[in-house]
């Protein structure tokens, strides 16, 4: 019996509704299809594309058994970047013009595709839709999940072997077989591009009781696996003979990458169930050149990342200490920390994550005490905690949960103690003015 699957490289899908439904000017695509059509022969630029309305910068670096390298800059905005994750899979994040990420497109330690996220500025850092590849009822196929906060609703998406308009598709994919187009209509000319396999494989994402609480899981949509000398083998595995002709988008001679790509991976955060972010082990020679030099007294720091036209920190940006340590990633606004970001303490360990105003500590955030590692989880206001906030030690493990005014404890707190009762204790500005303890017999029911 013949147990080979027949093998499929997507080197770029574009989802209607989020993106153009053509890879006319998608850069990436390209390199990825060179380094697949050259017997995985290594892809590397340093480059300059100028397009009718725009002028980029490309510096990107593709082999085997490392983690892509990708920068897109248009003058000092970055536009895409690669962000390392573990097991040498990363992901290519796509941002605004704002320095809001809205896509990330995920690839395994061998390149090849994973998934895409889709995000809205508007709605924050929470993914509203995604796509990965699937094989359903042996056809290869791709499903579309959008997610609505702890829900989800995920729709298959057939191929198809043609369409009399691409605005008709939902999906359409470039791949080592030609353009690919995809209807969530089941229709009657499947493709008949197919996989043979013998099992199934699972992502985390099946698992995730949060999304799939209310939602019945299809087998259907688990991709299929094979065995090769007794190991489970994933179907998007190429074979290095199945490979196109494609030109290389690039016309300029491959330089090696003067960028150092690690820059930016101090700290990220990703969409629920995903990686955490691991520091790259890849990095070049050189040193990126800082976009600003900052002295406060007898510190100096160097900063990373977008500018206004004074010269004053506006957008995405890392703030690095003189010995090379991350002060502060995140947002910034008039030269000062504004939105979204994470702060360090002098030894490299994370002081602050969470919303930030003119420098202080405001809104939603986590915070860690360097002296014993106790972490608040909760809202902020002026530095201070306030409102309602956890408390956690080191470990993990539960403190209390208390009202807070301008950091003190106010108001009604609960908390354990070690045999496990439970604590109710009334607060008035830091001061206790009386408790409760509340005992749970074992016959309880």
């Given at each position: 019996?013949?147990?080979?699957?027949?093998?499929?490289?997507?080197?770029?899908?574009?989802?209607?509704?989020?993106?153009?439904?053509?890879?006319?000017?998608?850069?990436?695509?390209?390199?990825?299809?060179?380094?697949?059509?050259?017997?995985?022969?290594?892809?590397?630029?340093?480059?300059?594309?100028?397009?009718?309305?725009?002028?980029?910068?490309?510096?990107?670096?593709?082999?085997?058994?490392?983690?892509?390298?990708?920068?897109?800059?248009?003058?000092?905005?970055?536009?895409?970047?690669?962000?390392?994750?573990?097991?040498?899979?990363?992901?290519?994040?796509?941002?605004?013009?704002?320095?809001?990420?809205?896509?990330?497109?995920?690839?395994?330690?061998?390149?090849?595709?994973?998934?895409?996220?889709?995000?809205?500025?508007?709605?924050?850092?929470?993914?509203?839709?995604?796509?990965?590849?699937?094989?359903?009822?042996?056809?290869?196929?791709?499903?579309?999940?959008?997610?609505?906060?702890?829900?989800?609703?995920?729709?298959?998406?057939y191929m198809v072997k043609s369409v009399p308009n691409?605005?008709?598709?939902?999906?359409?994919?470039?791949?080592?077989?030609?353009m690919l187009y995809f209807t969530a209509q089941i229709?009657?000319?499947?493709?008949?591009?197919?996989?043979?396999?013998?099992?199934?494989?699972?992502?985390?994402?099946?698992?995730?009781?949060?999304?799939?609480?209310?939602?019945?899981?299809?087998?259907?949509?688990?991709?299929?696996?094979?065995?090769?000398?007794?190991?489970?083998?994933?179907?998007?595995?190429?074979?290095?003979?199945?490979?196109?002709?494609?030109?290389?988008?690039?016309?300029?001679?491959?330089?090696?990458?003067?960028?150092?790509?690690?820059?930016?991976?101090?700290?990220?955060?990703?969409?629920?169930?995903?990686?955490?972010?691991?520091?790259?082990?890849?990095?070049?020679?050189?040193?990126?050149?800082?976009?600003?030099?900052?002295?406060?007294?007898?510190?100096?720091?160097?900063?990373?990342?977008?500018?206004?036209?004074?010269?004053?920190?506006?957008?995405?940006?890392?703030?690095?200490?003189?010995?090379?340590?991350?002060?502060?990633?995140?947002?910034?606004?008039?030269?000062?920390?504004?939105?979204?970001?994470?702060?360090?303490?002098?030894?490299?360990?994370?002081?602050?994550?969470?919303?930030?105003?003119?420098?202080?500590?405001?809104?939603?955030?986590?915070?860690?005490?360097?002296?014993?590692?106790?972490?608040?989880?909760?809202?902020?206001?002026?530095?201070?905690?306030?409102?309602?906030?956890?408390?956690?030690?080191?470990?993990?493990?539960?403190?209390?949960?208390?009202?807070?005014?301008?950091?003190?404890?106010?108001?009604?707190?609960?908390?354990?103690?070690?045999?496990?009762?439970?604590?109710?204790?009334?607060?008035?500005?830091?001061?206790?003015?009386?408790?409760?303890?509340?005992?749970?017999?074992?016959?309880?029911?």
């Amino acid at each position: 019996m013949d147990n080979k699957i027949e093998r499929m490289i997507y080197y770029s899908v574009a989802l209607k509704g989020f993106e153009e439904l053509d890879f006319k000017d998608d850069a990436l695509a390209g390199v990825r299809a060179c380094y697949f059509k050259e017997n995985f022969k290594p892809q590397q630029g340093d480059t300059i594309r100028q397009f009718e309305k725009e002028r980029l910068s490309y510096c990107y670096s593709l082999e085997e058994n490392k983690p892509m390298l990708w920068k897109v800059m248009k003058n000092q905005n970055v536009l895409q970047l690669s962000k390392y994750l573990p097991e040498n899979m990363y992901c290519i994040c796509f941002y605004n013009s704002l320095e809001f990420v809205t896509k990330k497109i995920y690839f395994n330690s061998k390149h090849y595709w994973i998934k895409t996220e889709y995000f809205v500025p508007e709605k924050g850092l929470s993914c509203v839709c995604s796509i990965a590849p699937k094989v359903i009822n042996g056809y290869f196929a791709i499903v579309k999940t959008v997610y609505n906060e702890n829900e989800c609703m995920a729709t298959p998406l057939y191929m198809v072997k043609s369409v009399p308009n691409v605005g008709l598709c939902d999906a359409v994919a470039y791949s080592n077989r030609g353009m690919l187009y995809f209807t969530a209509q089941i229709p009657d000319d499947v493709s008949n591009i197919k996989a043979k396999a013998a099992g199934f494989s699972f992502s985390p994402v099946d698992f995730n009781l949060a999304r799939n609480l209310n939602n019945t899981f299809d087998i259907s949509f688990a991709p299929y696996l094979t065995l090769e000398n007794g190991n489970p083998v994933d179907k998007t595995v190429v074979e290095k003979d199945v490979v196109e002709n494609f030109k290389n988008p690039f016309d300029t001679k491959n330089t090696t990458a003067d960028y150092d790509f690690s820059e930016d991976d101090d700290i990220n955060i990703y969409h629920g169930e995903d990686f955490n972010l691991k520091k790259g082990d890849y990095q070049t020679k050189n040193k990126p050149v800082s976009d600003k030099e900052i002295t406060d007294g007898n510190d100096k720091f160097s900063y990373y990342g977008s500018l206004d036209k004074n010269g004053m920190r506006n957008g995405y940006g890392r703030t690095e200490t003189a010995q090379g340590k991350t002060a502060y990633e995140g947002e910034y606004k008039n030269d000062m920390r504004n939105g979204f970001g994470c702060f360090y303490y002098k030894d490299g360990s994370i002081n602050y994550i969470g919303d930030w105003v003119d420098n202080k500590r405001n809104g939603r955030g986590i915070g860690f005490r360097s002296s014993d590692g106790e972490i608040h989880i909760g809202k902020w206001n002026d530095n201070f905690p306030e409102k309602l906030g956890a408390r956690f030690d080191k470990d993990g493990n539960f403190i209390s949960l208390n009202h807070y005014l301008h950091g003190n404890k106010h108001g009604i707190g609960i908390s354990f103690d070690k045999s496990g009762n439970l604590i109710v204790t009334k607060w008035n500005n830091n001061n206790e003015v009386e408790s409760k303890i509340i005992t749970f017999d074992e016959d309880d029911e």
